[in-house]
């Protein structure tokens, strides 16, 4: 399933190549943003008893660790299942995210959320490796519970045919992979405490609203383990295994649990309530502890304040913001709500700045007020250095090898910069980086998972979190000191929890940072000599502290209803669960290689393995409204580098044109460097009509060569190439024999960020030029010129104005001609109607959101519909021939509404009267469509 959308993108451009009566004619002001593969990758094979593991020579270790933590969840989910996967699973590994991006396994984008998926097709699995051992256990555990259940299924489902299967839903699948492979955390508790206490827990039936987020995973692990725990887990097995004999998922629970499912749900939520009601009476909630600062739109995080109060307008501090579907970095001042808000650098438009990665890494401001921060630059993370005041960027560096950079901390002089880093073979250690010199200096030298560094005032010692820990192996944490001059570590605190993003207090007394020692996250402080506490006991989690200037105060991120918010908080030097650090009782740190079974693989060159994508049969309907029938599919290899794609059909109308009139084509795309490209041959031959509606036959047959060259994931340039013998007989004008070729130049860029019905800010544009030539007399067929150009004006959280320019020119022997009319064009006038080699359109629209959600009083139940969305519009535009003047513009102006059922399926529905600007014609036209806005 995750090819089709490679392959219709593919598919766009092999027909527009070969099955298009000319190239120009195919044109679609294609957008979307790209996967950029930078690292051509030298793929090798471990191979074991049940996984076969695909690495490259750089992360050999990560592959060894990763053949034998997977060999052992193997076996343990054997046991869980009592069922074998009965073939060899593939498990493709990347020493980082950066790298992870870059697979072709998937044809999507994969967001930083991501940490691994299984794909159905051919069972593989694939996933990052993030700096931490403990994590990238359980997410290979996690994934091979989803490739245990795709067995299962397939077993199931080819054991017992039915019509129709249930398909388990994605807070079980999800939530059962969860539960069977790591224990419960402060994530989960995190986000179920929250909703328990805010009254927002949802019934099992009513789950599915949460299907895409993160909630969903730790909702349904909390669901799977009160079954589990109550009922069994044979119970969670054979909710698989039975599958077949109910025709709805609820039934099949309420069967195998002997539960009604609302009663199931009831006693799960009560039970829920009865852990986290009972804190409420010992804490303090995050308003009453303190005052929210950023909170009221979108994710807030990550906040730092100024070290000087009186720079930059004073009492300022910074934070990183999702809150207009963009993340940019803010500034603010902490003297109030939502005070004094500016963006300061604004994330996710261009190549130097596509991600912050705002839940992994903090920012900070210097002493003189320059920002440091990192960002995802093309394929690996820059340092940067931002002068707020004159808005610029003072410094953009790559630091050696490093892939990944997090949570860069200035030194109080301004001179030095601690930064965690990680390298290709997937070590996260501590550097420095001297601005002067731009020499970079490592402080650690390791496989532990090292994080978050913090300079003492004096400059002498820096603390960072670390899994060096005795409890590391679990996925525990604690804060380290490292002398910067000695490289001496020692423990800072001790335990079997997590302890993360350390800050150093102005005067060096105290270290602030987070910690989930009491089931939660909260905030606490240590003296550097490990004496601490606890600042208040907090409802809700706490994390990410800063100090204020005066150590009197602290900001931090807080977590309530569902959403991040910043916070500024008073405190003293009085603390609650007190502690201290017993150096005699400090427990000696641990290898994670002593935690593997040694493997005795040779590695093996990787050969490429190919295997079926897809296979479909249908009605295609070309754009100028030729039908046929035919077959169309997909081989790639396993790594999906490399992609055959095929397709036959027939045209004919009787039988005595089933031969002539055979359709076929096959291409070899490789996507395995930056530079894209195919190769492809085809026969066409069938009916066609022009835009003014004219009768053709048209029989092609030739060879194409398309490529693309990304010059970032905004933008790229793409061509195509192609020869062919071309046969066009008319049933009225000029008919044409000979051998064409086609070239069509194009470049694009998009940064458009989207919502449910279609883009909502950013921008998007296309400029191609083709050219067909018949070489038999030398003509000149057809010259096409294009532009397309949008834009997106947010003029709130919800609302956008935008705007299109469109304009297209054709000559030659053989113009193409354009067509305009219906909704997706110049709306009010039919589809089509207007046509010509030469033609412009003009769109503003007004978007706003009408009804957030819809429910209808059915008897029984009610039924819940998808939000609507209204649009305001007007239109302009015309088309002509070359030998006409050029005409006044036809306009239309009216009202619509859209509402999405999700993915491409968007209703869309017009009011829209006509005008010639002079007057407006009476009458109003009504237009649906389904498809995104423009």
């Known amino acids: 399933m995750k090819k089709i959308k490679l392959l219709a993108g593919l598919l766009a451009i092999a027909s527009a190549v070969a099955f298009a009566p000319s190239l120009s004619n195919a044109q679609s002001f294609a957008f979307g943003k790209n996967k950029v593969h930078y690292n051509s990758f030298q793929w090798l094979t471990l191979r074991g008893d049940h996984v076969e593991i695909f690495y490259y020579p750089e992360e050999e270790p990560l592959a060894r660790a990763a053949l034998s933590l997977a060999e052992d969840s193997y076996q343990d989910l054997k046991g869980k299942f009592q069922h074998e996967v009965s073939h060899s699973i593939p498990l493709i590994v990347y020493s980082s995210h950066q790298h992870f991006e870059q697979t072709n396994v998937s044809p999507y984008s994969l967001p930083e959320g991501v940490q691994g998926f299984t794909e159905f097709s051919k069972g593989r699995v694939v996933l990052p490796y993030t700096g931490s051992f403990a994590e990238f256990r359980h997410v290979i555990h996690h994934e091979l519970v989803h490739v245990f259940q795709l067995s299962i299924l397939e077993e199931v489902y080819k054991k017992h045919r039915k019509a129709s299967y249930v398909v388990p839903p994605l807070w079980f699948s999800e939530g059962l992979a969860e539960y069977w492979s790591t224990k419960w955390d402060s994530q989960g508790t995190m986000v179920v405490s929250d909703m328990v206490l805010e009254d927002r827990l949802p019934a099992i039936q009513d789950l599915w609203r949460y299907n895409g987020t993160f909630a969903v995973y730790k909702l349904g692990q909390s669901l799977c383990q009160y079954i589990g725990e109550t009922y069994g887990d044979d119970v969670l097995r054979r909710l698989y295994t039975e599958i077949y004999k109910d025709d709805r998922f609820e039934k099949l629970l309420q069967r195998v649990t002997g539960v009604p499912t609302r009663r199931l749900s009831d006693d799960w939520v009560y039970r829920l309530k009865r852990q986290y009601f009972p804190e409420v009476k010992d804490r303090m909630t995050l308003a009453l502890a303190g005052e929210e600062l950023a909170g009221s739109q979108g994710v807030n995080l990550k906040p730092v304040a100024v070290p000087d109060s009186t720079l930059l307008g004073g009492c300022r501090y910074f934070f990183i913001s999702a809150r207009s579907g963009y993340t940019n970095i803010y500034s603010a001042s902490w003297r109030g709500r939502e005070q004094d808000v500016r963006s300061v650098v604004r994330g996710q438009r261009a190549a130097q700045f596509e991600s912050f990665h705002p839940f992994q890494s903090r920012i900070d401001v210097s002493s003189k007020g320059e920002l ?358 008319r049933d009225f004008g000029t008919s044409r024999r000979g051998f064409l070729t086609t070239h069509s130049l194009s470049l694009v860029r998009d940064n458009a960020l989207w919502f449910a019905t279609g883009p909502r800010d950013g921008a998007r544009y296309n400029l191609t030029g083709a050219l067909t030539t018949n070489w038999n007399n030398g003509r000149t067929e057809n010259v096409m010129v294009s532009a397309d150009l949008r834009r997106y004006l947010r003029m709130s959280q919800w609302t956008t104005i935008a705007l299109r320019l469109q304009s297209r020119v054709s000559s030659g022997a053989d113009p193409q001609r354009f067509a305009l009319g219906g909704s997706y064009s110049l709306r009010g006038y039919g589809r089509r109607s207007i046509y010509g080699t030469r033609m412009y359109l003009v769109n503003a629209e007004y978007r706003f959101p009408l009804f957030d959600r819809l429910v209808l009083g059915v008897p029984l139940q009610s039924l819940e519909l998808p939000g609507i969305e209204g649009a305001v519009f007007a239109d302009a535009g015309n088309a002509w021939e070359k030998f006409e003047k050029f005409p006044r513009p036809k306009g239309s102006f009216g009202l619509g509404l859209r509402m999405s059922l999700g993915g491409y399926f968007v209703l869309r529905y017009d009011l829209a009267r006509q005008t010639d600007f002079q007057r407006v014609k009476p009458g109003w036209e009504r237009e649906f469509y389904v498809g995104f806005d423009y």
């Open 372 to 729: 440091a921060f990192v960002s995802k630059w093309n394929e690996r993370d820059a340092l940067f250095l931002y002068d707020v005041t004159g808005k610029k960027v003072l410094l953009r560096e790559y630091l050696d090898d490093l892939i990944a950079l997090s949570s860069p901390a200035w030194n109080r002089e301004g001179t030095k910069i601690a930064v965690a880093g990680l390298k290709p073979s997937g070590q996260m250690d501590i550097y420095v980086f001297d601005r002067a010199t731009k020499e970079l200096t490592r402080l650690t030298n390791d496989f532990y998972t090292d994080l978050d560094p913090t300079w003492s005032p004096d400059g002498k010692q820096i603390a960072f979190s670390s899994d060096r820990t005795r409890f590391g192996s679990d996925g525990h944490q604690n804060l380290f000191l490292i002398d910067t001059e000695t490289l001496a570590i020692r423990y800072l605190t001790c335990g079997a929890w997590s302890d993360q993003t350390p800050t150093w207090s102005p005067d060096g007394s105290r270290i602030a940072f987070a910690s989930d020692r009491s089931g939660s996250l909260d905030l606490y402080s240590v003296t550097p000599n490990g004496d601490g506490g606890r600042f208040k006991r907090l409802l809700g989690a706490a994390m990410d502290p800063s100090w204020l200037p005066g150590g009197k105060g602290i900001l931090f991120t807080g977590y309530r209803r569902g959403g991040f918010a910043v916070y500024e908080m008073p405190v003293s030097e009085q603390v609650v669960d007190s502690f201290s650090l017993q150096t005699v009782d400090v427990p000696s740190t641990w290898r994670w290689e002593d935690t593997l079974a040694r493997s005795t693989q040779h590695p093996l060159p990787y050969e490429p393995r190919y295997g079926l994508d897809l296979v479909q049969g249908g009605i295609a309907v070309e754009p100028t409204e030729n039908i046929g029938e035919g077959l169309q599919g997909a081989v790639s290899d396993l790594l999906g580098n490399h992609l055959f794609y095929f397709q036959v059909g027939n045209t004919a109308q009787s039988t005595s044109d089933i031969l002539s009139r055979m359709n076929g084509g096959a291409w070899y795309i490789n996507l395995q460097h930056r530079w894209n490209y195919g190769v492809g041959a085809f026969h066409t031959a069938g009916d066609y009509q022009d835009a003014i509606g004219a009768q053709y036959f048209e029989r092609k047959a030739g060879a194409s060569i398309l490529a693309s060259y990304p010059f970032s994931r905004f933008s790229r340039i793409e061509g195509t190439a192609q020869g062919y013998y071309d046969e066009k007989v």
